[in-house]
């Protein structure tokens, strides 16, 4: 068996173990264990993450980029009518699918994050214009926080680009709470904060500058109308962000009691993070 050729970006620093790490052992793990395996310590059933595993291709965009795009496709094809996703679904046998639909906030708009980041590291605009089809399945009913069953693709199709338009209009659409920022709904990106917001009046601070970052990243792909159209959003939702500044730090975002969460007046979680690394990442907040 012929030696898995060396990836197309290796650094080289003064400690060989980082090298090693970098150039070949963490590129392997996330292809074997994260993409085909779906066997990480806390996702040990096989199953595929819509956002874990865009987040995983989002690794190999330089190194394999054929499995990047490939499996960009694939979470298209978990993508309902209304815009959400299947938060983690099973590739059982003859084709049948098996997953949760959710009110977690964030998932669906891991896939435009995801493209727009494949897009503009290899050049291939060509992605955008491959189609899937959306699942179909009646909505949640109100009270109805997930629903698991077998995922049935819908006869409409959509292409790569317009699965990540409705994504994003999707989120925008669940609307925004008293101080402007995202619902949090049953989970943002942590799902341990499932009852943050479950009632719809908790808000996310992580979320609105993780919607900044999306709508930044992928706007440049659209037409000059919808650019501008999203823009304007991403404008009124950051500047919704920086209200939630708590005095050294950002807050994560509110109960649905209106309670701040990640203040440092909070008798727990009084700082989180990832609110201060995405608003640094979106480049918009003030240095």
């Not at 989970?187 to 709508?215: C, K, P, Q, Y």
């Amino acid at each position: 068996m012929e030696p898995s050729p060396p990836p197309p970006i290796q650094i080289k620093t003064p400690v060989a173990a980082i090298d090693n790490y970098v150039n070949h052992w963490a590129l392997y793990q996330t292809k074997v264990c994260r993409l085909w395996g779906r066997c990480s310590v806390y996702q040990c059933g096989g199953a595929y993450g819509f956002r874990d595993q865009l987040q995983d291709v989002c690794a190999l965009v330089w190194s394999e980029p054929d499995l990047a795009r490939e499996h960009i496709l694939r979470a298209c094809s978990k993508q309902f009518s209304e815009g959400d996703c299947a938060h983690w679904w099973h590739e059982l046998s003859r084709g049948v699918c098996k997953g949760v639909r959710t009110r977690c906030s964030d998932d669906l708009l891991w896939l435009p994050y995801a493209a727009a980041h494949y897009v503009f590291s290899t050049g291939d605009k060509s992605v955008l214009g491959e189609e899937a089809n959306y699942l179909t399945a009646p909505p949640l009913k109100q009270g109805e926080r997930d629903r698991y069953d077998i995922l049935t693709p819908s006869k409409e199709k959509g292409s790569v680009y317009e699965h990540c338009l409705r994504a994003i209009d999707c989120s925008l659409a669940r609307g925004t709470g008293t101080h402007g920022l995202p619902l949090m709904l049953d989970g943002d990106w942590n799902d341990g904060m499932d009852m943050v917001g479950h009632l719809g009046r908790g808000e996310s601070v992580w979320l609105a500058w993780f919607t900044v970052l999306v709508i930044k990243n992928f706007a440049p792909l659209c037409p000059p109308d919808e650019q501008s159209r999203l823009l304007k959003e991403a404008e009124r939702i950051e500047k919704a962000a920086r209200s939630a500044w708590d005095g050294k730090w950002y807050l994560r975002g509110y109960f649905d009691s209106g309670a701040p969460l990640g203040s440092a007046q909070s008798d727990r979680c009084q700082i989180d993070s990832i609110a201060q690394g995405f608003a640094a990442l979106a480049g918009v907040c003030d240095e």
